[in-house]
């Protein structure tokens, strides 16, 4: 994730309202689907071991405002950054 500026790639952190919901990489990343964006790495946090369990998800494509605002407005969504 360091890398992810100097290679060009997009990181997208999700911060999940509970992360012990089913369904949260399935939901974000399906949704990246839907709108053509390839996945190149995915990393979750286990919430047994971190207080703030997190989702990042790396992409070789910028993200639209599209994309953005339908990876927002999933249910689980309490908080996404992008750099």
Same mark, same amino acid.
Request: zero cysteines.
């Given at each position: ?8 790639? *997009? ?5 999940? +309202?509970?992360? +012990?919901?089913?369904? !949260? ?11 053509? !964006? ?11 071991? *971190? ?8 992409? +070789?494509?910028?993200?639209?405002? /599209?994309?953005?605002?339908? !990876? ?8 996404? /950054?992008?750099?």
């Amino acid at each position: 994730m360091d890398l992810a500026p100097v290679l060009d790639l *997009t990181v997208l952190t999700i911060t999940p +309202d509970d992360a +012990d919901q089913k369904g !949260i990489v399935a939901g974000v990343t399906g949704t990246l689907a839907e709108h053509g !964006i390839s996945i190149r790495q995915t990393i979750s946090e286990d919430p047994e071991f *971190t207080d703030e369990p997190q989702l990042y998800l790396i992409t +070789d494509q910028e993200l639209s405002g /599209e994309v953005f605002t339908a !990876i927002r407005e999933l249910e689980f969504v309490r908080k996404m /950054e992008i750099q």
